[in-house]
């Protein structure tokens, strides 16, 4: 593991505190999400410390419940991603051929697709469940890991210790699971850190746009959007949960970047 | 002006961090004008340290600790980085190993040779063209006016190292310096730029700084040999006395890094492998033309010739790792079909690899006990403490400790990954074991050792070695038979007391001759003679 830097220890200790809000929401939460406290964007008081929403709910307990959501469906959709996207990506590296013009060239094709329009599309026409959704966002996401998982096989399906084991006549998956990922496991992480970013600022788009996460659950994006129009009025409400999403993705980047610096050589000297 | 050029005194290098370690560890020299001194020593002995830190420069994780290196009067270790940067290039150039890697592939060869020499305003460009021109001359490179205009990837491996050569000469810098300029050639090529270096250090009087882990090379190129180990001088007389008489033991270890020569093994003896008429080609590059050998069990099969010869194609194929075109192998009288995929479990047992490069052919992120537990979980049924038992056994056969399982590869040197490939190999119980080039990437002393350890192991098991090299000594010392290939044909077989013995074809006869023998003036009789 490469030395830990301010920066990096800072965005550890920003992740932890996300990761802990969202696990124990439900004690830290002072009202429950959907329960209303008076009217339309009060000033914070001693009742609601952030004030409340434009309904009149509680804008502190809607964010630490929204920070479940958004942080849960995020997580969810960048392991679909990362299942899918490395399965086929490290099959195509290594396996080469026809199969890996087939599987590169639909994703190049998926690709060419904006995704937020592809999702929009995708969103309108299937049940918008928080399961649908997370899949939306994994699959959409998968095409990008995929790429970074193909290369990644084919520089190490090249060393001679895959031949070694092909020698032997290990089976492609033990190939896969036992050599492969092993050795892209460390840049893995760090794209995994990436991806995260990624998917959690397409998830808050969506919702921002009314085809993310459906009210009245709460997350960012769509706490964003139920507030845009008090900044008209004044009221920095719809600011709060874009400002937990930058942070979140800056703390994000910030660990991303500390085990991207480790990753630059696979297999050199150092292990 | 001093007839010294360069002096180093008490040259200590360490590397940075709370624990130094001291790489190169109170080194002092001197240069003469047109003198060359040889550094010698094997990997990790500081040759390459001290070689860049003259140019003062120190790679990332180090620095210069203590001592000086006063050229031409000035301390280099005082300079600032800009007034070093006049004298790189201008006064002091460096030759690397790797030719194909200092290049730039989208700029002419003639472009890159002169750019110094412009960046520096020692010449106009015209005159700076036909400095070049006259320095390919002067290399023996056919054609210079033409090669100016090439581009590196057009030119053959040794043309491109004689260019950097060019490039280094080309501001006419005082000091040059050599670092393994011709480790990675073949031996054939490997002459003809030693003869290169010969010249242009004759013809333009340039001092130059020589490194090499080769003893026989370094001796054909200096007036002055220093043998290094783990950063230290051991000793440092002229070339001839130092061969003559070293003073020191492991000069005499260097000296005598050619193993004992094998007996080789002759008369009848049941067939292991056999192939008749393989051909193969890659795509539509035919690499193997009618290829038919048979190996003896118990025996070593040497196959030698240059690089682009087809030797590792050959082990290729027998691993069933490239199908042939056409041909027939069998092993043990059984025939070993052409595919991997079609090869049975015992049949995938029956031959195993050893690779070149150690580092690469073992997983870095799996522990060595686990790595060769694993094969033994393939073709054998012992069970889990069976297996643990097994890969002790095997690490002692190899002359490794047992812990050495619960390591991983990175914490090995070179000469132990090595030894943990054999292991690997022989945990297969194999009847027939392709060696590619196994030595080839580590020191001498190592190889040796290694030789050594294939050769016990044969005694003890009657495994049949097919043996890749292309280094003739390596021959002497494992062979019983030996294959000579050229452009993927044998033009040459049968027992190596006999086939590599007058009468000789003039293919043979270079590659034997090729070899530089331990003792000064070898290079110059070879090209008297010649």
């Given at each position: 593991m490469p030395a830990l830097k301010p920066a990096s220890i800072l965005g550890l200790l920003v992740l932890i505190l996300f990761v802990l809000i969202a696990i124990f929401a439900p004690w830290l939460a002072?009202?429950?999400?959907?329960q209303t406290l008076g009217m339309?964007?009060?000033?914070?008081g001693p009742n609601a410390l952030l004030g409340t929403d434009n309904?009149?709910?509680?804008l502190l307990s809607r964010l630490i419940w929204g920070t479940r959501v958004s942080l849960g469906v995020t997580v969810l959709a960048a392991l679909v991603a990362f299942s899918v996207g490395c399965t086929l990506g490290f099959i195509a590296g290594l396996r080469g051929g026809w199969l890996d013009q087939v599987i590169s060239r639909c994703n190049d094709i998926v690709m060419a697709i904006p995704t937020l329009i592809l999702a929009l599309i995708v969103l309108a026409v299937l049940p918008k469940t928080l399961l649908t959704l997370t899949l939306v966002l994994g699959l959409l996401e998968s095409t990008r890991v995929l790429r970074v998982a193909r290369s990644l096989a084919t520089d190490i399906g090249v060393m001679e210790f895959v031949y070694v084991a092909r020698l032997r006549g290990e089976s492609l998956g033990w190939i896969l699971r036992r050599v492969i990922l092993p050795n892209a496991l460390q840049t893995l992480i760090a794209e995994f850190g990436l991806r995260f970013i990624f998917i959690l600022l397409f998830l808050s788009a969506l919702s921002f746009l009314g085809l993310g996460v459906q009210p009245p659950t709460a997350d960012w994006g769509g706490l964003a959007r139920d507030n845009k129009d008090g900044i008209l009025f004044g009221?920095?409400?719809?600011?709060i949960p874009g400002g937990a999403i930058a942070v979140l993705a800056l703390a994000v980047n910030a660990v991303a970047d500390w085990l991207m610096s480790g990753s630059t050589r696979i297999w050199g000297k150092k292990a | 002006m001093s007839d010294v050029l360069l002096k180093t005194e008490n040259l200590r290098v360490v590397s940075a961090g709370k624990n130094p370690r001291t790489l190169v560890d109170d080194v002092s020299f001197t240069v003469k004008r047109g003198e060359v001194l040889g550094l010698i020593g094997e990997s990790g002995a500081g040759k390459s340290t001290i070689g860049l830190a003259i140019l003062g420069h120190c790679r990332?994780?180090?620095?210069?600790?203590s001592g000086s290196i006063v050229f031409n009067g000035q301390d280099l270790t005082a300079l600032s980085d800009r007034r070093l940067r006049q004298i790189r290039g201008r006064h002091i150039a460096y030759v690397a190993q790797s030719a194909g890697a200092a290049f730039?592939?989208?700029?002419?060869l003639g472009e890159q040779v002169i750019e110094a020499a412009l960046k520096h305003k020692i010449y106009d460009r015209q005159q700076a063209q036909a400095r070049a021109i006259e320095l390919f001359e002067q290399l023996g490179l056919p054609q210079p006016q033409a090669f100016y205009q090439?581009?590196?990837?057009?030119?053959?491996g040794g043309q491109l190292q004689r260019a950097m050569i060019a490039m280094a000469l080309c501001a006419s810098p005082e000091l040059l310096i050599f670092d393994?300029?011709?480790?990675?050639?073949?031996v054939t090529t490997q002459l003809g730029v030693l003869k290169a270096i010969a010249d242009v250090i004759r013809i333009s009087g340039v001092a130059a700084i020589y490194i090499s882990h080769d003893l026989a090379v370094v001796a054909q190129i200096s007036d002055k040999i220093m043998v290094l180990q783990h950063g230290k001088t051991v000793e440092q007389a002229p070339a001839a006395q130092l061969l003559a008489q070293p003073q020191q033991e492991y000069t005499r270890r260097l000296l005598n890094a050619q193993g004992e020569t094998k007996t080789p093994q002759t008369g009848e003896a049941p067939v292991a492998l056999s192939l008749r008429n393989i051909s193969a080609r890659y795509q539509a590059q035919p690499?193997?033309?009618?290829i038919s050998l048979n190996l003896p069990r118990g025996r070593t099969l040497a196959v030698i010739g240059?690089?682009?010869?087809?030797k590792s194609t050959l082990g290729k194929v027998i691993c069933g790792l490239l199908s042939p075109e056409t041909g027939k192998m069998t092993l043990e009288q059984q025939t070993l079909p052409a595919g991997l995929r079609q090869r049975s479990r015992p049949q995938l047992r029956d031959v195993q690899l050893i690779h070149q490069i150690p580092d690469t052919a073992?997983?870095?992120?799996?522990r060595i006990g686990g790595q060769i537990s694993r094969v033994l979980e393939c073709f054998t049924s012992l069970n889990r403490p069976e297996r643990q038992a097994k890969v002790s056994e095997l690490l002692a056969q190899v002359?490794?400790?047992?812990?050495?399982?619960?390591?991983?590869?990175?914490?090995?040197s070179g000469g132990q990954k090595q030894r943990v490939c054999i292991a690997r190999a022989l945990a297969a119980e194999p009847k027939l074991i392709v060696c590619?080039?196994?030595?080839?990437?580590?020191d001498p002393l190592v190889a040796r050792e290694v030789l050594a350890l294939l050769r016990k192991i044969q005694h003890d098991t009657g495994i049949a070695y097919l043996f890749i090299t292309h280094d003739l000594q390596v021959v002497r010392e494992i062979a019983d038979e030996v294959a000579v290939l050229k452009q993927g044909v044998i033009v040459r077989q049968g027992p190596v007391a006999s086939a590599?013995?007058?009468?000789?074809?003039d293919y043979t006869r270079e590659l034997l001759h090729s070899?530089?023998?331990?003792?000064?003036?070898w290079l110059a009789e070879m090209f008297v003679s010649a």
């Amino acid at each position: 593991m490469p030395a830990l830097k301010p920066a990096s220890i800072l965005g550890l200790l920003v992740l932890i505190l996300f990761v802990l809000i969202a696990i124990f929401a439900p004690w830290l939460a002072p009202h429950a999400p959907d329960q209303t406290l008076g009217m339309s964007w009060d000033l914070p008081g001693p009742n609601a410390l952030l004030g409340t929403d434009n309904l009149g709910r509680d804008l502190l307990s809607r964010l630490i419940w929204g920070t479940r959501v958004s942080l849960g469906v995020t997580v969810l959709a960048a392991l679909v991603a990362f299942s899918v996207g490395c399965t086929l990506g490290f099959i195509a590296g290594l396996r080469g051929g026809w199969l890996d013009q087939v599987i590169s060239r639909c994703n190049d094709i998926v690709m060419a697709i904006p995704t937020l329009i592809l999702a929009l599309i995708v969103l309108a026409v299937l049940p918008k469940t928080l399961l649908t959704l997370t899949l939306v966002l994994g699959l959409l996401e998968s095409t990008r890991v995929l790429r970074v998982a193909r290369s990644l096989a084919t520089d190490i399906g090249v060393m001679e210790f895959v031949y070694v084991a092909r020698l032997r006549g290990e089976s492609l998956g033990w190939i896969l699971r036992r050599v492969i990922l092993p050795n892209a496991l460390q840049t893995l992480i760090a794209e995994f850190g990436l991806r995260f970013i990624f998917i959690l600022l397409f998830l808050s788009a969506l919702s921002f746009l009314g085809l993310g996460v459906q009210p009245p659950t709460a997350d960012w994006g769509g706490l964003a959007r139920d507030n845009k129009d008090g900044i008209l009025f004044g009221v920095w409400a719809a600011l709060i949960p874009g400002g937990a999403i930058a942070v979140l993705a800056l703390a994000v980047n910030a660990v991303a970047d500390w085990l991207m610096s480790g990753s630059t050589r696979i297999w050199g000297k150092k292990a | 002006m001093s007839d010294v050029l360069l002096k180093t005194e008490n040259l200590r290098v360490v590397s940075a961090g709370k624990n130094p370690r001291t790489l190169v560890d109170d080194v002092s020299f001197t240069v003469k004008r047109g003198e060359v001194l040889g550094l010698i020593g094997e990997s990790g002995a500081g040759k390459s340290t001290i070689g860049l830190a003259i140019l003062g420069h120190c790679r990332q994780g180090m620095r210069i600790h203590s001592g000086s290196i006063v050229f031409n009067g000035q301390d280099l270790t005082a300079l600032s980085d800009r007034r070093l940067r006049q004298i790189r290039g201008r006064h002091i150039a460096y030759v690397a190993q790797s030719a194909g890697a200092a290049f730039n592939p989208a700029i002419t060869l003639g472009e890159q040779v002169i750019e110094a020499a412009l960046k520096h305003k020692i010449y106009d460009r015209q005159q700076a063209q036909a400095r070049a021109i006259e320095l390919f001359e002067q290399l023996g490179l056919p054609q210079p006016q033409a090669f100016y205009q090439r581009y590196p990837h057009q030119v053959s491996g040794g043309q491109l190292q004689r260019a950097m050569i060019a490039m280094a000469l080309c501001a006419s810098p005082e000091l040059l310096i050599f670092d393994e300029p011709t480790t990675a050639l073949d031996v054939t090529t490997q002459l003809g730029v030693l003869k290169a270096i010969a010249d242009v250090i004759r013809i333009s009087g340039v001092a130059a700084i020589y490194i090499s882990h080769d003893l026989a090379v370094v001796a054909q190129i200096s007036d002055k040999i220093m043998v290094l180990q783990h950063g230290k001088t051991v000793e440092q007389a002229p070339a001839a006395q130092l061969l003559a008489q070293p003073q020191q033991e492991y000069t005499r270890r260097l000296l005598n890094a050619q193993g004992e020569t094998k007996t080789p093994q002759t008369g009848e003896a049941p067939v292991a492998l056999s192939l008749r008429n393989i051909s193969a080609r890659y795509q539509a590059q035919p690499v193997l033309q009618d290829i038919s050998l048979n190996l003896p069990r118990g025996r070593t099969l040497a196959v030698i010739g240059e690089s682009g010869s087809g030797k590792s194609t050959l082990g290729k194929v027998i691993c069933g790792l490239l199908s042939p075109e056409t041909g027939k192998m069998t092993l043990e009288q059984q025939t070993l079909p052409a595919g991997l995929r079609q090869r049975s479990r015992p049949q995938l047992r029956d031959v195993q690899l050893i690779h070149q490069i150690p580092d690469t052919a073992l997983n870095p992120k799996e522990r060595i006990g686990g790595q060769i537990s694993r094969v033994l979980e393939c073709f054998t049924s012992l069970n889990r403490p069976e297996r643990q038992a097994k890969v002790s056994e095997l690490l002692a056969q190899v002359g490794l400790h047992a812990e050495l399982a619960e390591r991983y590869p990175a914490a090995l040197s070179g000469g132990q990954k090595q030894r943990v490939c054999i292991a690997r190999a022989l945990a297969a119980e194999p009847k027939l074991i392709v060696c590619d080039e196994p030595t080839s990437a580590l020191d001498p002393l190592v190889a040796r050792e290694v030789l050594a350890l294939l050769r016990k192991i044969q005694h003890d098991t009657g495994i049949a070695y097919l043996f890749i090299t292309h280094d003739l000594q390596v021959v002497r010392e494992i062979a019983d038979e030996v294959a000579v290939l050229k452009q993927g044909v044998i033009v040459r077989q049968g027992p190596v007391a006999s086939a590599l013995s007058e009468p000789l074809d003039d293919y043979t006869r270079e590659l034997l001759h090729s070899v530089p023998e331990m003792r000064t003036g070898w290079l110059a009789e070879m090209f008297v003679s010649a």
